[in-house]
């Protein structure tokens, strides 16, 4: 599984403001490409709102222990 670039991510996603550390990001980046090659980029772009929301959250609460 190769991670998508991030400019990629961020088409995807609709945003660059993007909370976390780069580590973190690093962690979205490749959770994202996981979920393009499972589901489709539509899809991420579909659920973009939802995605960023609990991306947020788990910034946010500390889950992601980076």
């Known amino acids: ?3 998508l670039p991030p400019e990629t991510v961020y088409r995807l996603l609709g945003t660059r ?3 976390g550390t780069d580590v973190e990001l690093q962690k979205l980046f490749l959770r994202i490409s996981e979920l393009a090659e ?3 980029e539509d899809w991420i772009v579909q659920n ?3 995605l960023l929301r609990e991306w947020e959250f ?5 889950l992601l222990f980076s």
């Open 58 to 62: 788990a910034v946010q609460s500390g």
């Open 17 to 19: 403001s993007i909370p």
């Open 38 to 40: 499972m589901n489709g």
């Open 1 to 3: 599984m190769k991670t």
């Open 48 to 50: 973009r709102e939802r």
